[in-house]
C-alpha cells in the first residue's frame, strides 16, 4: 500500500509540473510600471507603450452626450476623470496580449498603499467615465449596472455608445 501511495504521489507530482509548465507558457503575465501619459478615457502610455485598458470603452476626445437637454464633450470628461484618478502616481499594468494595432490590452493599478482598491479600468466603469466593452470582455458589466442606476458620468443623460458613436462617424 505505501508503494502504492508512492507511485500515485510521483504521478500526481509529474501531472502538476507538467501542468503548470503548459499553463504559464499559454497565459505569460508580463508586468510594466510607471508613470502613466493619459491620452484618453482608455487609453494610456508608460514608457513608451500605448497600454489599452482592457474590457472598457470610453467616449471618443470629440465624442457628445447630453445631460439635462444640454450637450458636452464626454470624451473630455473621461479624460479628465482617468487623469484625477491617476494623478502623478506609478502604475503597474498587467497584460496578457497586444490588440491588432499593437496596443497593449492591459489592466492597470495604482499603487496598493494608496488605500484604492479598483483598477483603472473597473473605476473608469464604475464612475460612468467608461462602459463594459461587452464583445471582448464580461468582466465590468455589474459595474456598468452601477453607474445606470445610479446616474453616474454619461449615464446621468443621453449618449451613444462609444463603439457605436465611432462605427456612425468614420
Known amino acids: 500500500m505505501k508503494k502504492l501511495s508512492q507511485i500515485l504521489f510521483s504521478i500526481l507530482i509529474i501531472f502538476l509540473t507538467n501542468f503548470s509548465v503548459v499553463f504559464s507558457a499559454q497565459w505569460k503575465i508580463n508586468l510594466i510600471s510607471g508613470k502613466a501619459k493619459i491620452i484618453d478615457g482608455d487609453t494610456i ?56 494595432y499593437g496596443r497593449i490590452l492591459g489592466t492597470c493599478y495604482l499603487p496598493k498603499n494608496e488605500g484604492k482598491k479598483l483598477s483603472l479600468n473597473r473605476y473608469m466603469v464604475f464612475t460612468g467615465n467608461a462602459v463594459a466593452y461587452k464583445r471582448y470582455s464580461k468582466e465590468y458589466l455589474d459595474d456598468e449596472k452601477w453607474a445606470k442606476n445610479n446616474q453616474l458620468g454619461m449615464w446621468q443623460g443621453k449618449f451613444i455608445r462609444p463603439e457605436e458613436w465611432r462605427r456612425k462617424t468614420k
Open 45 to 100: 502610455k508608460i514608457n513608451a507603450n500605448n497600454i489599452r485598458l482592457l474590457g472598457i470603452d470610453a467616449p471618443e476626445k470629440n465624442q457628445f452626450c447630453f445631460k439635462k437637454g444640454e450637450s458636452y464633450n464626454c470624451g473630455t470628461s473621461s479624460t479628465e476623470a482617468l487623469k484625477k484618478y491617476v494623478g502623478k502616481k506609478i502604475l503597474e499594468c498587467i497584460y496578457f496580449e497586444k490588440d491588432r
